[in-house]
């Protein structure tokens, strides 16, 4: 079982907007750490989608977004893409773990 | 163009050793924390140790004591010491730079890691 928690796969059309969950506590994201995302595309190595909740790497594009409110926080995709087809997986810190933690990952399907 | 290379990996008993090493290119190696983590086949992400540009370490329980993170600045280089390997330590290694003690910006491409009779 993972800190925090993702939905294990979501899946939308070419052209529509998806949004993967990450549900955490009061010892990681309720506790004010921030939230960052992690897109891996099948047998590659995970590449920083977005960081400090909602800010975007150069060269990731503007249809990603990330929002983070209480003990959670949102990765939203718009214009979905069929190179979109991928794991994403949300990260922060657990103070009570004293660790990093990673949410279990979920499998995007583009229809 | 930064990049970190993984070396290291392969075929080991249970209950042996392994040292995995991490070369470090394209930014300066000496003022970045340095992370690995690691993926078993088709399962996610877990952090497995830290070493801050002070050098100081941190592990989850998982690893502790059996894990060493180290680093040598002069060579550009991360390494993880892993003794009393398990069949569950069983995954892919990568190493990650962090930055602003937060996030991880860049990745290695990963090296595997069978622990088996």
């Known amino acids: 079982q993972s800190v925090l928690t993702q939905p294990p796969s979501v899946s939308g059309a070419p052209g529509q907007r998806v949004t993967i969950s990450c549900t955490g506590s009061s010892s990681n994201i309720g506790a004010g750490y921030d939230v960052h995302w992690y897109q891996q595309l099948p047998g590659t190595a995970p590449k920083l989608l977005i960081y400090g909740n909602s800010n975007r790497p150069s060269g990731v594009p503007d249809r990603f977004s990330g929002s983070k409110s209480a003990t959670s926080a949102s990765l939203a995709i718009t214009g979905l893409q069929a190179e979109d087809e991928a794991d994403y997986y949300c990260?922060?810190?657990?103070?009570?773990?004293?660790?990093?933690?990673f949410g279990g990952g979920t499998k995007l399907t583009v229809l | 163009e930064v990049q970190l290379v993984e070396s290291g990996g392969g075929l080991v008993q249970p209950g042996g050793s392994l040292r995995l090493s991490c070369a470090a290119s394209g930014f300066t190696f000496s003022s970045y924390d340095m992370h690995w983590v690691r993926q078993a086949t088709g399962k996610g992400l877990e952090w497995v140790s830290a070493?801050?540009?002070?050098?100081?370490?941190y592990y989850p329980g998982s690893v502790k004591g059996r894990f060493t993170i180290s680093r040598e600045n002069a060579k550009n280089s991360l390494y993880l010491q892993m003794n009393s390997l398990r069949a569950e330590d069983t995954a892919v290694y990568y190493c990650a730079r962090f930055d602003t003690s937060s996030w991880y910006s860049k990745w290695g491409q990963g090296n595997l890691v069978t622990v088996s009779s």
């Open positions: 070493i801050g540009a002070a050098g100081d370490t």
């Open positions: 990260q922060s810190y657990d103070s009570s773990l004293s660790g990093w933690v």
